[in-house]
Structures are given as C-alpha cells and as structure tokens.
C-alpha cells in the first residue's frame, strides 16, 4: 500500500474509533503480512495532519495515542449540537486535581494541609470516577493512607502527552494573558485547570500561591515516575 491508501486507512480508523487511536492499534488494521512500520506510520499521520491545517478538525497526540478531534476555535460554533452543556467542575474540585497534578503522588491528608479545608469525599470519588486519579500505594505512615497520582486518561482529556507537557509553575503567573495569549476559550478543559492553579486558595488561610517556591525546588522528585502513570516513551511518540 502507498502512503495514500494508508492515510486514508487510518483517517478513517480515528474518526470510527471516537478515541485515541497507539501506533501498535494503528499497525493492527493491516494484519501481520505488509503492515507499515512505525516510522511510515508516523510519516503518513504527519500527512494527514497536513491535510488539516487551516480546516476545522485536526489531528493530535495525547497520552493513549492518535486522535481526529474539533479545533478548540470551533468549539463556540458548535454548541447547539449538543443538548446538555459539558460539565462545569467546581473550584475545589479543580484546585485538588491541580495539586495531585503537580505533587503527586500527594495523599488526601497532605492537600488538605496546603487548601487548609477538608476536602470532599465527593471530590475524590469523582476524580476517580472520571479515571483522572487513582491510588497508586500507601504512604508509610500511621494508618498508611492512600496516595493519589493521575492517569492516561487524566492527559487524554486535557490533550496532553505527557506530564512534562503541563505548564510550569514559573510561566502562569498571570493566568488572564496566559490564557488569552494561548488563545484558550473559556470553555476549556485545561484552561479550567490553568485558572484553579492561578487563583486556588486565595479563600483560604493558606494561599496555593505561597507553595510555587517549594513545588518548584520539588520539581524533579515529586513529578510522577513512569510506573505510575505508565506511558512508554515508544507508544507516545517520543
């Protein structure tokens, strides 16, 4: 097959799966006998990225793979498609997934030192419903309790890579020019999270903002390791 037929194979593969799509998911549909390899697999998804620019949908690569998606510039003219408006998550809810983003693995106990209130049962239960965060051992303490970390599916859905991809603390000091510099809608996932590392806290007794000097010296040994969110550097690309 020439590098045509085969971009046109997995155009069509991306836009029927509706979910990312690895390198290795993408040989499949050939069989065994004359599947492209990885680099021509790479070179023909580079072609249909091509083919995109300028147009209304694109093709990107996030944690678990491929995928054909709307471009966010989109995303204003197409609301009256969907009946029900994507869900808003609240404040405290966005400020404790930032904190697992950015410290973890981070137990329950050590975010409600620095928000400085309790946080939900609720919150947590729908982090981990959503398969954004998810145990990933026992910090060795009296009463061994659970550490948090996040997941493929937490990079999925902010269109990430991987962890490496999340802004550094030193550049979002000033979330509105970030924001609009990027240019980011307001109805945007990781603009969302963005916004909650920018002002979570400044309710409460413990200012976030006082932590970027530490979590910045942290950097390197509190990001997460490879075994818990275990993303091959082969299968993303890299």
Do not use: C
Not at 33 to 50: F, I, M, S, W
């Amino acid at each position: 097959m020439d590098d045509t037929e085969i971009k046109y194979v997995l155009e069509a593969a991306l836009l029927a799966a509706g979910r990312p799509l690895s390198l290795e998911q993408l040989a499949e549909l050939f069989g065994r006998r004359g599947a492209p390899n990885r680099e021509q697999l790479k070179r023909v998804l580079d072609l249909l990225a091509d083919d995109y620019v300028g147009r209304g949908i694109e093709l990107t690569e996030v944690a678990s793979g491929y995928r054909v998606q709307v471009r966010r510039s989109m995303s204003d003219w197409l609301t009256p498609l969907w009946e029900e408006k994507a869900p808003r998550y609240s404040r405290a809810l966005l400020e404790t997934l930032a904190l697992i983003a950015y410290r973890q693995p981070i137990t329950r106990g050590e975010i409600e030192e620095v928000r400085g209130v309790v946080v939900s049962s609720n919150i947590v239960r729908t982090l981990l419903e959503r398969s954004w965060i998810r145990v990933v051992g026992h910090r060795d303490v009296p009463g061994r309790p659970a550490m948090f970390g996040t997941t493929r599916e937490f990079l999925d859905y902010f269109g990430l890579k991987r962890l490496d991809d999340l802004p550094p603390l030193s550049e979002i000091k000033d979330f509105e020019n970030f924001n609009r510099d990027l240019g980011l809608p307001e109805a945007n996932p990781q603009a969302d999270l963005i916004e909650a590392l920018e002002t979570a806290g400044d309710d409460y007794r413990d200012p976030f903002e006082s932590l970027e000097d530490e979590l910045l010296a942290d950097a390197d040994t509190r990001r997460l390791e490879d075994n818990i969110v275990p993303i091959s550097r082969t299968e993303s690309g890299s």
